[in-house]
């Protein structure tokens, strides 16, 4: 009996994901790799940091999602290392996977470009972790302003600090200011919540760089009515547990606050480094490997590298953007051209469908751009809703988000308003706890 053709996916995101659902007919035999046994659907990763969603509610277990394709395998590992001319990929545990194919969809992880002690007192979002450790820090700040009696640490606690203008920063920034001027406005005592300080620093001319110019000055006439301030064209230059430094052009300043949250920049996972290492391939500034016409790794044809750690070239040269649709196009496509290999056929060149953008500034208040379209406001909003709810990859999880957004649209309410974690001393910096922050709400449900 002749084995099947073995396919290797590291990476349960939305590449690799994509990538072995779109494999369950194929005459394959597909080993999915992972360090989490659940996919995450990062784009409402926002939503659990401010409270609105608990973190079940954006992810799935992968095991579930893949019940149904009997020729996929879901392994609980880390990838470690490869050996592209044995074709073995070698994992934290030493075990080692055989692989035809291999397909590396290992996603990014915060850059801070250099500055590495930043992400101590500026937590970036990529992960569960990440956003229970914001959602902390978010809610800690006005409990600890609760308790201040000097004015000028209680100012600084409720001073709230977004480096980055971009989606995450717009997104993050429009949910604290939906949460200072309605969720918590009526739940303390000493301090008034809609009185708190939101910056949006960016170091760009604008906010939403990559969007119509007109869309972003909508963007920013909309954080503005929710009580956020954007500074712009500033750069930040140091950040400690006591606030930032910028510098701008007037030139230096400082900003007091005890919860800064970085909204930056990504770049490509560690694995990337591998890849390059072991293969030869070029990466960008940014990390990501310079991958062919076919998403593969040069001179490694069965090695394809997709999603945020791909750098991918279109017809004009342009690099395709990290967002979730240009990685499950991207999953789509590999799993295509392993088909077609397998039949001896020859597969074009990756073409991606820009299907849009959007980007959520609060309550009824969004933007939109598709090819020459424009929206902003109410339509904007529904659009990003209805798309949202369908990129959820289980119903379930459609259902349960649905009715969390329509109650707290009626009630002005957020549930998951949890503080998790150890909790520091009155007084002292919020010190980082993804590492022993209690996601049991996520992890009863994965196992």
């Known amino acids: ?7 290797v996916i590291i990476g349960g995101g939305f590449g690799g994901l994509y990538a072995a659902q779109s494999l369950r007919r194929a005459p394959v035999e597909v080993t999915l790799v992972d360090r989490r046994n659940f996919h995450l659907f990062q784009p409402l990763l926002y939503q659990v940091a401010t409270g609105e969603l608990s973190p079940s ?13 009997s020729n996929t395998r879901v392994l609980l590992a880390e990838a470690a290392d490869l050996d592209p001319r044995r074709r073995r990929l070698r994992l934290k545990d030493g075990e080692e996977l055989p692989y035809d194919t291999l397909v590396v969809a290992a996603g990014s992880q915060n850059h801070y ?19 229970t450790w914001i959602r902390h820090k978010i809610l800690y700040a006005f409990e600890a302003a609760e308790r201040e009696t000097d004015p000028a640490r209680r100012r600084s606690w409720l001073t709230f600090v977004i480096v980055g203008g971009g989606p995450t920063g717009v ?19 000493s301090i008034r919540p809609e009185e708190s300080q939101i910056l949006l620093v960016e170091a760009g001319d604008r906010l939403l760089d990559a969007y119509d110019a007109k869309l972003s000055r909508a963007a920013e006439k909309a954080l503005i009515g929710l009580g956020v301030r954007a500074r712009l064209g500033t750069r930040v230059t140091a950040i400690d547990d006591q ?19 970085w909204a930056a920049g990504v770049k490509g996972s560690a694995f990337g480094g591998v890849i390059a ?13 310079i991958v062919t016409e076919d998403c593969s790794v040069p001179g490694y044809p069965e090695i394809f590298v997709i999603g945020d750690l791909a750098n991918y070239r279109d017809e004009t040269g342009k690099s395709l953007p990290g967002v979730a649709a240009v990685a499950m196009q991207q999953g789509r496509y590999v799993a295509g051209v392993i088909g077609k290999r397998l039949k001896g056929e020859r597969a074009g060149r990756f073409h991606y469908c820009d299907k849009g953008s959007l980007a959520v500034i609060g309550r009824a208040e969004a933007v939109a ?19 949202h709810l369908m990129y959820l990859v289980s119903f379930q999880n459609r259902l349960l988000v649905f009715i969390r957004w329509a109650y707290d649209y009626f009630t002005y309410s957020r549930g998951a308003r949890l503080i998790t974690g150890p909790i520091e001393e009155q007084g002292e ?6 590492d022993v922050v209690e996601a049991g709400e996520l992890g009863k449900r994965n196992t």
């Not at 470009?113 to 990440?130: C, M, Q, V």
């Open 113 to 131: 470009f250099g500055n590495h002690s930043w992400e101590r007192y500026a937590p970036g979002l990529k992960t569960i972790e990440d956003a």
């Open 171 to 189: 997104e993050l920034a429009g949910a604290l200011g939906e949460i200072a001027n309605d969720v918590l406005k009526s739940d303390f005592r």
């Open 429 to 434: 910096a919020t010190a980082p706890v993804r």
């Open 57 to 69: 509610e954006v992810a799935s277990p992968l095991r579930h999602i893949l019940h149904r394709s």
């Open 1 to 7: 009996m002749t084995e099947r053709h073995k396919v």
């Open 243 to 261: 606030g930032i430094t910028v510098q701008a052009a007037p030139g230096a300043g400082r900003i007091e606050s005890r919860t800064v949250i």
């Open 277 to 289: 290492e072991r293969t030869g391939a070029e990466r960008d500034r940014g990390g990501r490997i």
């Open 369 to 387: 751009q598709f090819g020459r379209f424009r929206f902003e406001g109410y339509v904007a909003w529904l659009l990003w809703l209805f798309v």
